[in-house]
Every structure is written in C-alpha cells, then in structure tokens.
C-alpha cells in the first residue's frame, strides 16, 4: 500500500508505538510530521524518517494547550504542503487500584488520553474540513474494549477515544474524511515491560519480569505471542489508504479480545 506524495502528522512519536508509526507511514512514502512534549525526544525518529529519503518536520506539543495543537497542526501543514493523513498517538498510562488512585492521577490520564485526542481532531479539521478529505487514526487500546486490573482510569480513557472516535466518524462521513481507531493489544513497549510495566506488576511471586511476560502473553494471547510495533504500523497504514472504513475501533491483539 503506497502512500507516495501524501503527508502525515504523527503525535507521540519519541519512541515506542509512536515511532514505529512514524517510520512506517514514511517506508510507505509520506512526509512526516512528528511531535512530541520535547523536540530533543523526537531527534532519532526524525533522523530514521530522514534516511528514509522523506521529509521530517519536528514539532513540540502539549496536547493539553489547544493553542499549542492549533499552532502544531498549521505548522505541520505549512512545512509539508497540507495534512492528508493525522494519527493522534499521544498518551499516558498508570498502574494503580481505584481504591489507591489519587484524583489528580484520574485527571492526568484521563485528560491526556480523551481531551488530547479532541484537541487534536478538532484542529486537524480545521485542516481537512475545506479540502474535503482527511484520514484520523486514534490510538485506543484493548484496554478501551476490555477493562483490565489497575489500570481503570486507562481503560477509561480509552473506552472514550472509541466512543469518541465512532461519533466524530459519522459526523464527517460525507466529508471525505474518515476516523477510525487503533486498539493494540499486548505490545512489548513501556505499558507492558520494564520496572514500571504490566508484566513486572502482574508478576506471580518469585517471577521475574521476563517470566511473567512470557506467562502473559501464553495466558491473555490466543495466538500465544505478543504483537510488534511494526504490527500496529502496519494497520495505521491500512486505515490511512481505505476510504471506506470508518468509525471503527480496529484491534490488533492476536485474538485477546475475541
């Protein structure tokens, strides 16, 4: 699937999914824009774009300032000559029980994962709305179709990506433009691995963090192995060349939501 002469935003971008997303959506053949909090954190992505033979635009963000994410998508149009494709990436995740969880930890996830995905559709459309077509890819997550252990403000979250992500669809259908999300599942990035992960806090005793994600990804994955980071590109990319998909919440999660 090419997507030669197109150009592409991508929020979230330092590293993990954000990045794979990125560099994808660029081995496809767009432009890339990519942002993150800092542009010291977005260098190494911009650099593989770069090698890549493509154009990278770097921008810092806070998806919580609207004005920052007016000023970040009219730059990215600027610098790449317009925006077709937008893939609302950024967010956070914590690892607390509800009866353990503070209210400002509530509001950290919850603004960052649902109010950042608003503020950023709502100024890529001030972009796409006049030239009548637009690709939004949001990132959700299976824990947006499945509700998992400590981590409920999460889930949350991006239970309202989804339903937010099917609303928006059905208001711009006749629009030429498309919303759709993406939901990983079992990603061996920071969520799931690492001192701070998943994996290290389901851990049984006297598991290791590397035997637990092995237990996990036998126990919760169908398929029994956990999902890439080129995995999920690979579907951003698909939904960035279908023009009859919409208003869905895809998953990408070797069957764990099944």
């Not at 806070?62 to 600027?78: I, S």
């Not at 950290?108 to 939004?136: D, S, T």
């Not at 994996?199 to 290791?208: D, H, I, V, Y």
């Amino acid at each position: 699937m090419s997507l030669e002469g197109k150009k592409a935003l991508v929020t979230g971008a330092s590293r993990g999914l954000g990045q794979a997303i990125a560099i994808g959506l660029a081995r496809a053949g767009a432009d890339v824009a990519i942002a993150d909090i800092s542009l010291e954190s977005i260098a190494e992505t911009a650099a593989k774009i770069r090698a890549l033979g493509r154009k990278a635009v770097e921008l810092s963000v806070n998806v919580l300032e609207y004005g920052q994410v007016q000023n970040m998508v009219a730059k990215a149009a600027a610098e790449l000559g317009t925006l077709d494709i937008a893939v609302n990436n950024a967010g956070v995740v914590g690892l607390y029980k509800v009866s353990d969880m503070t209210p400002e930890e509530w509001d950290r996830v919850m603004n960052i994962n649902a109010r950042g995905v608003f503020y950023c559709c709502k100024a890529e459309l001030e972009i796409m709305q006049p030239r009548q077509f637009g690709r939004i890819i949001n990132t959700a997550s299976i824990a947006g179709k499945v509700g998992l252990p400590d981590m409920a403000h999460y889930s949350a979250s991006k239970f309202a990506v989804i339903g937010f992500t099917n609303s928006l669809a059905k208001e711009v259908a006749r629009e030429g433009i498309t919303v759709n999300a993406i939901c990983p599942g079992i990603v061996g990035t920071g969520m799931w691995r690492g001192s701070e992960g998943v994996a290290q806090r389901w851990a049984n005793p006297g598991e290791t963090e590397e035997q637990a994600w092995e237990r996990l990804q036998q126990s919760l994955l169908p398929q029994g192995v956990a999902q890439t980071p080129e995995d999920i590109s690979d579907i951003v990319i698909y939904l960035a060349t279908a023009a009859h998909v919409t208003g869905q919440a895809l998953a990408v999660d070797g069957g764990f939501s099944l």
